[in-house]
Structures are given as C-alpha cells and as structure tokens.
C-alpha cells in the first residue's frame, strides 16, 4: 500500500506539473468566451440570445476538426514515452497539412450560417442576427486550427507553457478590444453580437501568428530541430499519417455527439423564447468553464498515459488514469462549492437582468449536480484516449449523448412540461451513461493488458 501511495504521488505530480499550464489555457480559453458573454449579456439581452445561439452551431463547426487533430497530441506523447522524439517532428509537419484541409472544409460549411440555423426551427429573427454573428465567428477557423495543431505538438513533447502564454496576451487583448467594437467606442461603429465575434476573430489570428512564429524559432535551432525531426516532411504523409487520423476520427465523432447533444438542447432552449435561451446560455457558460478545467485535467492525464503506453508501462497506465481522477474530483468539488456559495456573484458577472439571475438560481440544484455528473467521465475518456483506444468509446459516446442526452433533456422539458428544469436533468443523464459505459471499457483494457501479459 505505501508503495502505490507513493508511485501515486509521483504520477499525481506529473499530471499536475502539465495540468497547471494546460488548464490555465484552457480556463483562459473559456473565460474569453465568458467575457464575450458578459460584455454582450450586459449590453442588451437579445444580442446575448444571437451570440449564444451563434456560439452553440459554431461550437460544433471548429470542435470536429480539433477533434480531427487529437490524433497529432496522442501520437505524438506515445512517440515522445517511446523515446522517438524525431517521429513528434513528422506528427506536426503531418498535422499542420491536414489541418489545412480541415479549415477549407469546415469554413465553408459554415459560411452557410443562416441555412442551417433555418433548418433548426428558428424564429426569423434569430435566424438574421445569430446567422450574422455566425458569419463572422466561422472565418476564424482556419486561425484556431494552425493554433491547435501546433499547441498539441508542444503538449506532446512537455512544452504546454507557450500556449498557455499565448491565451493570457489574447485574453488582455480580448477585453481591450471587444468592449470597442460591442459598444461603439473610439469612433468605432457599435455593433453588439457582432462586434464581439469580430473581436474573437481578431484575436485567434493573434494566436496563429504568436505560436507558429515559437515553432519557426524551434526550427532555426539546429539542436532543437534535429531533436525533433521538424524538418521531416514528406509527399507520402496521407499514408504516413493514416493512423493518427484513424484516432482522430473517433475522437471527433465523440465530439460530434458531445457538442451537438449541447446544439440540439441549445436548439430546445430557443424554442422557449429568447429570455429562456439567454438563461441557458449564462448555465451554459458556467458549465462550459467547468468542463474546460476538467477536460484539461483529462488531457494531461492522456499525455501522461499515452507516455506509459508508449513505452508498453500497464502499470503506468492505471497509476495516471488513478492520479487523473484524483485531481479531478477534487477540482470539481472545489469549484461546485464556490458555485453553491456565491451564486449571485457568479451568474450576476453575466447579466444584470435580475428576472433571469432568479431563474437560474431557483434551478441551481439541478445545475450543480449535472456539472458534477457530466465532469465525472472526461478523465477515463482521456485515459482511453490515451490508449489510442477510438472505437468502443466513440460508440459509447454516441449513444450517451445523441441518444441518451438529447431523449432524456426532450423527454423532461417537453413531454413531461418541465421546461428549462428539464434540460440540466437530461444533460445529467447523458454524462451517466458516458461514465458507466466508458468505466466498463477501461475495466475491460486493464484485465485484457494483464492476461497478455503487459508488465
């Protein structure tokens, strides 16, 4: 017992040393969407419904192709445990050029706001103004993919501090920008959800600009470059790169079902009307930063356990996804006690609409124990992930969000006329399922890794 106590404490540490700067990202990452909403939300209620409508399809169109990537940050950490650290280099390189097939791709899906928003049952004039806001939002794509790839690259090879770095200077130059261009400062014309996603926009390009100029700087470095083999690329990198896509195909399957159970509830939301849709909005974003801390704990727990599993370490496996759940559940029950404490301090950063600060704390209970519920699976989902393990998860994810989720949050809001109630009771349900299912899968791996035999 003392000895797994003590290789606990050493992976507890790993984790952590790349959680810190992960997170910090991450939470950064989040609050830049948060500001938005704050800045908007106590600008006019209405413009908050657009920019949250907007964000909810937006959300979908840029997470599936970072999904599509993970395969570089899995890869990519199991080449960097195996100690083939030229291989990380060529992982990029692979990256950075599908990547740039993913932008033309997705950007032109997206260019197609209003048709899909249409499609949704909208009202006519959420169609027109959340339409506009998405114009605007999907031309940042292409910045937001360069981004990634390169910053899940660094992951891989222990250097999460550039982008964390890079996140805190958008940030500042969010908030200097975006009040600007919502309200109409310095001569500026006053553009409401619209100026807020410009300013998002401008602040993405920062940081495609900011990391590929960091890697351009590793490349001049003949001790770094030849280190990390980033000058390995090659006319066969389709084939080359075939199975890292193969991870990221599962993983942005599993992000299609994750992001658009939250879509199609979205979508149930603004059914209701514009007040219950920018009530759900400010839930949402709460729940979003939670979710962001935590997935960045999962992420660093799928480093660290790619790492093992790169080097073929059954124990190190489990002694990470044990030291990841550690974390984890002590982060979300720190944050889920400030929220239950300081409610009106929390929802009121949003708006300053008391009709709907009301309403979200007379749902807080039901708000609180979804956050729990559906932080709860991120870590064995980054464990398996780890793994390189897609197939039974992605189903697995499938089910508990498209199938569970989006049944469970109708059935309570419509068929049983709970209304907004509803909604975080049938969100709760999904991640449940996700937790229960994926822990089996988990479970299932580490006997297989034993009887075979993997030390």
């Not at 540490?13 to 790349?18: G, P, Q, T, W």
């Not at 950064?28 to 704050?38: R, V």
């Not at 195996?82 to 992982?91: D, E, N, V, Y």
């Not at 999904?430 to 089996?440: A, P």
Request: proline residues 3%.
């Amino acid at each position: 017992m003392q000895e797994y106590l003590r290789q606990l404490k050493i992976y507890i540490k790993d984790i952590a040393k790349l959680a810190l700067p992960i997170t910090t990202a991450f939470v950064a990452m989040g609050l830049m969407g948060i500001i938005d909403t704050m800045i908007v939300g106590n600008y006019n209620t209405d413009q908050l419904a657009y920019i949250g409508l907007a964000n909810s399809i937006f959300v979908v169109l840029f997470t599936i192709p970072i999904g599509l990537l993970q395969g570089v940050l899995i890869k990519s950490s199991q080449k960097f445990g195996a100690h083939k650290f030229q291989s990380t280099g060529k992982i990029y390189n692979e990256g950075r050029k599908y990547s740039f097939i993913l932008a033309i791709v997705f950007t032109l899906l997206g260019i197609q706001g209003e048709t899909i928003l249409r499609l949704l049952g909208q009202d006519d004039d959420m169609i027109k103004h959340g339409g506009e806001v998405l114009r605007v939002f999907v031309f940042s794509i292409p910045f937001i993919l360069m981004y990634v790839n390169a910053n899940f690259f660094l992951q891989s090879i222990r250097r999460p501090y550039v982008g964390m770095y890079g996140i805190i200077a958008a940030n500042i130059l969010n908030i200097i920008v975006n009040p600007v261009l919502v309200y109409g400062k310095f001569g500026f014309p006053e553009l409401g959800a619209v100026g807020s996603a410009t300013s998002t926009l401008i602040v993405r390009i920062f940081l495609a600009v900011y990391i590929l100029a960091y890697i351009r700087r590793m490349k001049k470095n003949p001790k770094l470059n030849k280190r990390f083999g980033l000058d390995r690329s090659y006319s066969t990198w389709w084939n080359d790169s075939r199975r890292t896509r193969k991870i990221g195909y599962g993983i942005a399957i599993m992000t299609i079902a994750t992001n658009g159970s939250f879509s199609i509830v979205s979508t149930f939301a603004g059914w209701m009307g514009q007040h219950t849709m920018a009530t759900f909005v400010i839930m949402i974003n709460v729940s979003t930063l939670l979710f962001m801390i935590c997935f960045s704990i999962s992420q660093a727990t799928s480093i660290v356990v790619a790492n093992a599993y790169g080097r073929g370490d059954r124990k190190g496996i489990l002694m990470a996804t044990n030291a990841g759940y550690v974390i984890s559940l002590t982060t979300i029950i720190t944050l889920i006690t400030i929220l239950y404490s300081y409610p009106d301090q929390v929802f009121g950063i949003f708006t300053n609409d008391p009709s709907v600060i009301s309403v979200i704390k007379g749902l807080l209970f039901f708000v609180l124990a979804d956050l729990f519920i559906d932080a709860l699976p991120l870590n064995i989902n980054g464990a398996l992930n780890g793994r390189g393990d897609v197939k039974i998860p992605t189903l697995n994810q499938v089910i508990s969000f498209l199938g569970v989720r989006v049944s469970a949050c109708y059935f309570f809001a419509f068929t049983l006329d709970m209304g907004l109630k509803g909604l975080p009771i049938g969100l709760a349900c999904g991640g449940l399922s996700s937790l229960i299912l994926n822990t089996l899968r988990f479970g299932y791996l580490a006997h297989r890794d034993k009887k075979e035999g993997l030390h």
